[in-house]
């Protein structure tokens, strides 16, 4: 009989685990604190990394492209539009940079759809209060929210920043507040070729980005107070984006009110505590929650669900007394792979924030543009390289 997989969150990191797990002959069941299973936020860019974890979970890339805007990161302008750094459009560069823009809503229901098909329960409507992880060569794992029990062989933490199943498998772990917070929508009409475009000013970065052939979503992340509030958040983006460039002043102008959102950035600190312990493990912001500022957050997301699906035994082995030492083993390796990696984007997206959104006014913002502008693009698409080349593990 295949053994039980149990995977609390069901947003992108959860689903993408339970796809993966599935279709490997496990049986997974998907807790999901919201009543309704859905994605909240507006859109993002998926890195070709990003892609590359899809296809090494079954998925047609087709089918990710289908529901997006194909596209590439053509580089950062200053507030006023002027621009600091282009990306080449063509070549080998422009495969380092290339994007597909997607609402996180149908990359969700995409998911969804996926784990279902590949046999995945999900129930909504389920807050889990305690984890216990077992022994990855022994006792079995459990779940409890309330009065209900889940018995699992495996149990994947992808609930999030805030995660119940972090607080067990690494105790003391907690996010803290960025002082950022990111305004995102989703704005009716293209902007251009759809392109990736960042600008940046002091405490502050703005980007769009086409998700479709007539929509652009875009974001506006600011240095903001913790526990702000604002009676409107579109007027608040509208004034503090009203002396940038027409292309920011105008999209946000386009954006029905309602359609704007914000959301506090919290990440949490590089550890050298490991991602799994007995029989839990944890995924996407649950392990890794990083500052937005190379936008890897889907990405690394979806990468751990590959490499979690690709190392760990065949569901209908796993209960054999060989491949219980073998999910122990697969689990330690997982760590192995997955830590250290996003421990360097953690460490990369902080450097991007600190030369980028995060610098403040005057004279540092002239030097950081001029010493930017020297950068040759080429330069800038080797860094790219590094971290879109991902490839799942053997």
Request: charged content about 20%; hydrophobic content about 45%.
């Given at each position: 009989m295949a053994e039980a997989v149990v995977v609390v969150g069901g947003g992108i990191a959860g689903l993408a685990s339970a796809v993966g797990l599935a279709r490997r002959g496990w049986h997974v069941t998907v807790l999901e604190r919201a009543r309704v299973v859905r994605e909240l936020g507006a859109g993002f860019a998926l890195s070709r990394n990003g892609l590359a974890a899809a296809i090494a979970l079954g998925i047609d890339p087709e089918r990710v492209r289908a529901i997006g805007h194909p596209t590439w990161a053509s580089g950062t302008w200053d507030l006023h539009g002027r621009e600091i750094l282009r990306l080449p459009g063509s070549g080998p560069a422009r495969t380092a940079t290339a994007l597909v823009g997607l609402h996180r809503a149908r990359l969700h229901a995409l998911l969804l759809e996926a784990a279902r098909e590949a046999g995945a329960t999900v129930t909504p409507g389920v807050v889990v209060d305690r984890v216990e992880t077992g022994d990855a060569r022994g006792a079995r794992a459990s779940v409890r929210a309330g009065e209900r029990t889940w018995t699992a062989d495996l149990v994947v933490g992808a609930d999030g920043v805030r995660s119940t199943v972090r607080g067990v498998v690494q105790p003391g772990r907690d996010a803290g507040y960025s002082?950022?917070?990111?305004?995102?929508?989703?704005?009716?009409?293209?902007?251009?070729?759809?392109?990736?475009?960042?600008?940046?000013?002091?405490?502050?970065?703005?980007?769009?980005?086409?998700?479709?052939?007539?929509?652009?979503?875009?974001?506006?992340?600011?240095?903001?107070?913790?526990?702000?509030?604002?009676?409107?958040?579109?007027?608040?983006?509208?004034?503090?984006?009203?002396?940038?460039?027409?292309?920011?002043?105008?999209?946000?102008a386009a954006t029905p009110a309602e359609a704007v959102?914000?959301?506090?950035v919290d990440a949490l600190?590089?550890?050298?505590?490991?991602?799994?312990?007995?029989?839990?493990?944890?995924?996407?912001?649950?392990?890794?929650?990083?500052?937005?500022?190379?936008?890897?957050?889907?990405?690394?997301?979806?990468?751990?669900?590959?490499?979690?699906?690709?190392?760990?035994?065949d569901g209908e082995a796993a209960g054999s007394?060989?491949?219980?030492?073998?999910?122990?083993?697969?689990?330690?390796?997982?760590?192995?792979?997955?830590?250290?990696?996003?421990?360097?984007?953690?460490?990369?997206?902080?450097?991007?924030?600190?030369?980028?959104?995060?610098?403040g006014p005057g004279r540092r913002q002239r030097v950081r543009n001029a010493v930017m502008g020297a950068v040759p693009p080429g330069l800038t698409s080797r860094g790219a390289e590094s971290v879109t080349s991902w490839e799942p593990p053997a």
């Amino acid at each position: 009989m295949a053994e039980a997989v149990v995977v609390v969150g069901g947003g992108i990191a959860g689903l993408a685990s339970a796809v993966g797990l599935a279709r490997r002959g496990w049986h997974v069941t998907v807790l999901e604190r919201a009543r309704v299973v859905r994605e909240l936020g507006a859109g993002f860019a998926l890195s070709r990394n990003g892609l590359a974890a899809a296809i090494a979970l079954g998925i047609d890339p087709e089918r990710v492209r289908a529901i997006g805007h194909p596209t590439w990161a053509s580089g950062t302008w200053d507030l006023h539009g002027r621009e600091i750094l282009r990306l080449p459009g063509s070549g080998p560069a422009r495969t380092a940079t290339a994007l597909v823009g997607l609402h996180r809503a149908r990359l969700h229901a995409l998911l969804l759809e996926a784990a279902r098909e590949a046999g995945a329960t999900v129930t909504p409507g389920v807050v889990v209060d305690r984890v216990e992880t077992g022994d990855a060569r022994g006792a079995r794992a459990s779940v409890r929210a309330g009065e209900r029990t889940w018995t699992a062989d495996l149990v994947v933490g992808a609930d999030g920043v805030r995660s119940t199943v972090r607080g067990v498998v690494q105790p003391g772990r907690d996010a803290g507040y960025s002082g950022y917070s990111s305004w995102r929508a989703i704005a009716p009409g293209a902007v251009g070729e759809g392109e990736l475009r960042q600008y940046w000013g002091p405490h502050a970065e703005f980007g769009h980005l086409g998700t479709g052939a007539e929509e652009t979503y875009w974001y506006g992340y600011v240095r903001t107070a913790a526990g702000a509030r604002f009676s409107s958040e579109h007027a608040a983006a509208t004034r503090r984006f009203t002396t940038w460039a027409e292309p920011v002043r105008d999209l946000v102008a386009a954006t029905p009110a309602e359609a704007v959102i914000r959301h506090d950035v919290d990440a949490l600190p590089v550890t050298d505590q490991p991602y799994a312990l007995g029989r839990a493990v944890l995924v996407g912001d649950a392990a890794h929650a990083m500052l937005p500022t190379m936008g890897q957050g889907v990405a690394t997301a979806i990468e751990d669900a590959a490499t979690l699906t690709l190392l760990v035994p065949d569901g209908e082995a796993a209960g054999s007394r060989g491949p219980r030492a073998a999910l122990a083993e697969a689990l330690a390796r997982y760590d192995d792979v997955r830590r250290p990696r996003c421990a360097a984007m953690s460490r990369m997206s902080a450097a991007s924030g600190a030369i980028g959104a995060h610098l403040g006014p005057g004279r540092r913002q002239r030097v950081r543009n001029a010493v930017m502008g020297a950068v040759p693009p080429g330069l800038t698409s080797r860094g790219a390289e590094s971290v879109t080349s991902w490839e799942p593990p053997a």
